[in-house]
């Protein structure tokens, strides 16, 4: 793969979208449709994010007995997808702060420790450059409804009979659909 270059289309409040033109093996000029929280991408460098640009929250109730999931209306599926509490880090956050903020707005919960943070991951490599660190830890407290009213989402805790249960009928996001299926074993 040669990379020509790359043209901006479209600029949102939270996504740009691009055309990155370049040339297979065979010699065949290509365009590939992608977005990005990068609203100014001008080479294959840009292209490259080595920033984390949101976090994912995989959090267990303290007796480690149960996952925090999360079911959110999601306009871009037109229903209701499970998911890990998510969201953006914003600027000046680190991983860890943008955690603790994001599980509170979205649940109410607070973290008690975190046990890890993951290396940075693409969110969603067939379609944007999005990376994005999971932090996996123990939460509680009381839920509370999202303080964001562009968000629909109802959190609570789930067991592994439970999770297995919602495994065979429910739509999930890709990353949290692998770990619950791991975790529920």
Known sequence: MKFKKIEKKYEGRFISMYNAHYETEKGNEKIYEMISRDKDIKDLD???NDKCDAIVLIMESEDHKKILLS???RMA???VAV???AGLIDPGETAEVAARRELKEETGLDIVSITKILPMSYSGVGIT???SCCVI???KGEFTPSTSDEEEIEARWY???EVRE???NTNFAARTQAYCYWWSK
């Open 129 to 131: 450059n999005e990376k």
């Open 71 to 73: 079911k959110e209306y």
């Open 46 to 48: 840009g292209i490259n």
């Open 77 to 79: 599926v037109g229903g």
């Open 166 to 168: 919602l495994l065979t």
């Open 137 to 139: 830890g123990v939460a």
């Open 159 to 161: 067991t592994k009979e």
């Open 83 to 85: 998911n890990f509490p």
